[in-house]
């Protein structure tokens, strides 16, 4: 029934090993179960005595040279590699050595069967129950918290840690700080003597001031801030805010009270961010917040020239209504995007108030509308413009965000 002398070539093997290359045939033994069935059914029908001969321990195994004995050493080495982590699920990856799995499959076909289960997936499945026994952890195929990967050629680890996503949206009522990380431009963020060593132009940002306490009440090595799109350093966000994603990378801590971080982020920041609306989110909701655009509110202060009427600005004001505007490439961004003609529609310009050569405008318009631009005109490069349209030269003096005009998200609080 078995070529004895096909299978002797390969010996001395483990039991296991013996096992696992009939192993998915039948369910519920384990492959050292499965090993000592094998060797009954050898031996009657060879009248053969292979147990003697040709079974040994894993440590002198040809087939798994010894990685089946190293299963305890790597539950030891899985537990440890995770021990400064507060996780609840967790999966096992192993690293074999190729020559392994090539030995294993060709000791299988000698069986006749490529029923045989790969010593990859009774190294996960063992290590993971026993990381599961030490631990309490659940193992979880898909997402897990961690995936814990042994590198079996080396005995070492290699952790990845899923990261923790919070989704939110920010006001920024301070007009001096960026939204993210800024780097130093003499040291690129190394640190040097004009940035104190901090490595960045700007100390604060929105990043810094929400992702801080994230990052000390996790222990996460860094982050990340996803905006859905920015707006300058020296405008404000305001209305019901902007949505952003925090990204935490390696957190040794995943247990967050979302409302007791709120509640401190806007505590320490009065006056010059707040945050809202604050949960756990999947990892795609980066790509869908970057890939969402919308409609824009601006209020914004414009210089006028002294003696143009309110009556000439709401009239400009009422011929931007609902029209189509062309926009060529801004001179102060033309070092950076490609010089081109954007058509955007403004939705609405209304006057927010009036005084002698200044007036407040609440703007709008189609996402990617250069707001100063519409403005001022751009030297003709905007048509038409506000300018052109109230005969006179204005100017942006301050810009700030009202709001993003996402789709239901109007009534949020
Ligand atoms: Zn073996
Ligand atoms: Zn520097």
Request: proline letters at 3%.
């Amino acid at each position: 029934m078995f070529d004895l002398e096909e299978i002797k070539r390969y010996a001395p093997f483990c039991v296991s090993c013996l096992g696992r290359s009939v192993g998915l045939v039948g369910f519920g033994l384990d492959n050292r179960e499965r090993g000592l069935e094998m060797i009954n059914l050898i031996d009657i029908s060879n009248n053969s005595n292979i147990e003697n001969e040709m079974i040994c321990d894993s440590d002198d195994c040809n087939i798994c040279d010894g990685l089946i004995g190293e299963i305890d050493n790597f539950i030891d080495l899985s537990c440890e590699s995770i021990s400064d982590y507060s996780l609840d699920t967790f999966k096992i990856g192993t690293v074999v050595d190729k020559e392994i799995i090539k030995i294993e499959s060709e000791f299988a076909a000698i069986f006749g069967t490529n029923l045989f289960e790969s010593i990859k997936s009774q190294l996960n499945r063992e290590i993971g129950i026993g990381v599961y026994q030490k631990l309490n952890l659940s193992a979880r195929l898909d997402r897990p918290d961690s995936t814990i990967i042994i590198d079996t050629r080396y005995d070492t680890v290699n952790l990845e840690i899923k990261s923790i996503f919070i989704e939110g949206k920010y006001n920024k009522f301070d007009r001096t700080i960026p939204q993210t990380y800024w780097p130093c431009r003499k040291c690129k963020g190394r640190g040097c003597k004009s940035c104190n060593g901090s490595g960045l132009l700007y100390p604060d940002s929105v990043q810094s001031l929400v992702a801080e306490p994230f990052m000390k009440v996790t222990n996460s090595t860094e982050n990340l801030f996803h905006g859905m799109g920015r707006e300058d350093i020296d405008a404000a966000m305001l209305g019901f805010g902007r949505p952003f994603v925090l990204e935490l990378r390696m957190p040794k801590n995943r247990k967050i009270d979302l409302g007791y971080m709120k509640k401190e982020i806007n505590a320490v920041n009065e006056g010059r961010i707040r945050v809202r609306d604050l949960e756990i989110v999947p990892r795609a909701r980066v790509a869908e917040l970057k890939n969402t655009v919308c409609d824009k509110s601006y209020r914004v202060d414009v210089s006028i020239p002294e003696g143009l009427t309110i009556e000439s600005l709401k009239n400009g004001a009422q011929r931007l209504k609902e029209k189509l505007v062309k926009q060529r490439t801004p001179t102060r961004v033309a070092h950076r995007r490609a010089d081109l003609i954007r058509p955007r529609i403004v939705q609405s310009v209304n006057i927010l108030s009036f005084n002698q050569g200044m007036v407040e405008l609440e703007i709008r318009a189609q996402h990617g509308t250069y707001i100063r631009e519409l403005v001022s005109g751009d030297m003709g490069r905007t048509v038409p413009s506000f300018s052109s349209l109230v005969d006179g030269a204005c100017k942006v003096e301050v810009l700030d965000v009202l709001n993003l005009h996402l789709e239901n998200e109007e009534e949020t609080k």
